[in-house]
């Protein structure tokens, strides 16, 4: 997904004060998750993906897909909202990105 553009939509949104109050509450929670995916990103890192968080039995790594679950949800209730951020603009961001990765980054691309 490509993030960066993802987040300059939210940003936009943000900078609208017509905004209600369920769009502004879908922002809020998009930018809480985002963080928390930053979070188990950072976990991974630090202390391996395979490492067992104690009380949760999940590792590092399932708990980083929970999050990214997570984040995938607030982003389809952003788009339901139908407020600008479509599956078309997101789809042609990662299309982007993806290129973008192909050209700066050692990183195999098959899409």
């Keep these: 997904m490509a993030l960066r553009s993802i987040l300059r939509q939210v940003i936009i949104l943000v900078l609208n004060i017509n905004m209600d109050n369920e769009t502004r509450e ?7 998750e985002s963080a928390e995916v930053i979070v188990e990103v950072s976990k991974c890192f630090r202390f391996g993906p395979d490492q067992l968080m104690e009380k949760t039995n999940l590792t590092n790594i399932q708990r980083l897909e929970k999050e990214l679950g997570d984040l995938c949800a607030m982003i389809d209730l952003l788009v339901d909202k139908d407020i600008g951020v479509t599956h078309a603009g997101i789809s042609s961001a990662k299309a982007a990105k993806f290129e973008k990765l192909k050209q700066y980054s050692n990183i195999r691309i098959n899409k």
């Design 26 to 32: 879908i922002l809020t929670i998009l930018q809480e």
